[in-house]
């Protein structure tokens, strides 16, 4: 652990292995620093924090890098390999792996990896030939079905399990949702899913804890077929955005992995 200058750091607080805190950082309060972290100069944790009042600690996990004068709230966990802007108030947890900045936090994307920087935004398809298209992530599948149109309008159609791989058993929308919010946020042991934006626009991020995609789902006919075992993220919603999704299997919470480390640790994947 390195520890800087002009640094002022109280309460209940652990460090791990190679985590570097540069100088004038201020922690006043509980405080979980994981292995590998790099906090710059002037990050403040807000006061409030402190163990003894019965308040949760500040979590920091794994290869976290926080920018210079970003401000923590009590409480907040920061997931592991997340990149924190300069100057970013973060009043809410922060996923893994997600690039946030501004006051309040807000994601504006997710880490490829820890030495490749951001997801590049592929769109859902070079090219809109009906089929499917694999993507770089284990099992999951970009799908642009047919469009037909005339003058009375347009209609896209598929077929289960035809055009979609699978028979499914349930379904559900999700709309009016903020551009500021994250869903989905989780794995499936055994469901699949087939996710299509009906309207508006979403952002889908596919993980199977080595490689990650960002895919833009925008148009009726596209269609993002996920695996079990693919931790999946839908952010930057549309104000207009309306997703569609089908599921293999009726809902179960004990097929849901929503911890990013248990699956990492269900895929045998180290890091």
């Given amino acids: 652990m390195q520890i800087g200058p002009f640094s002022f750091l109280d309460g209940d607080m652990s460090v791990g292995e190679g985590a570097r805190l540069c100088g004038g950082v201020v922690f006043d309060g509980g405080l979980?620093?994981?292995?590998?972290?790099?906090?710059?100069?002037?990050?403040?944790?807000?006061?409030?924090?402190?163990?003894?009042s019965g308040a949760a600690p500040v979590v920091?996990?794994?290869r976290v890098y926080?920018?210079?004068?970003?401000?923590?709230?009590?409480?907040?966990?920061?997931?592991?390999?997340?990149?924190?802007?300069?100057?970013?108030v973060v009043t809410r947890d922060v996923p893994p792996y997600a690039l946030v900045s501004g006051n309040p936090a807000v994601i504006e994307g997710y880490v490829q990896s820890e030495a490749q920087g951001p997801i590049p935004e592929l769109g859902a398809s070079p090219q809109r030939t009906v089929g499917a298209h694999r993507c770089s992530v284990a099992g999951v599948a970009i799908y642009n079905l047919r469009r037909h149109e005339d003058l009375?309008?347009?209609?896209?159609?598929?077929?289960?399990?035809?055009?979609?791989?699978?028979?499914?058993?349930?379904?559900?929308?999700?709309?009016?949702?903020p551009s500021s919010e994250t869903r989905g946020e989780h794995a499936h042991r055994v469901c699949e899913q087939y996710l299509?934006?009906?309207?508006g626009s979403i952002a889908v991020v596919v993980?199977?804890?080595?490689?990650?995609?960002?895919?833009?789902?925008d148009h009726p006919t596209q269609g993002l077929y996920i695996p079990?075992?693919?931790?999946?993220?839908?952010?930057?919603?549309?104000?207009?955005?309306v997703l569609l999704v089908f599921a293999s299997h009726e809902y179960d919470p004990a097929d849901y992995i929503r911890n990013y480390s248990e699956f990492l640790a269900e895929r045998g994947v180290s890091r």
């Fill in 32 to 52: 979980r620093i994981g292995a590998h972290c790099h906090i710059e100069p002037g990050v403040t944790l807000t006061r409030g924090a402190k163990t003894s």
């Fill in 60 to 62: 920091i996990e794994d």
């Fill in 66 to 88: 926080i920018g210079a004068g970003s401000v923590l709230s009590e409480g907040v966990r920061i997931g592991m390999g997340a990149r924190i802007a300069a100057g970013t």
């Fill in 152 to 177: 009375r309008g347009a209609l896209c159609a598929g077929e289960f399990p035809r055009d979609i791989p699978f028979q499914p058993k349930r379904y559900f929308l999700v709309f009016d949702v």
């Fill in 196 to 199: 299509t934006c009906v309207n």
């Fill in 207 to 217: 993980d199977d804890g080595r490689q990650r995609e960002e895919i833009t789902l």
């Fill in 228 to 241: 079990p075992g693919v931790w999946g993220i839908q952010y930057k919603f549309s104000s207009d955005a």
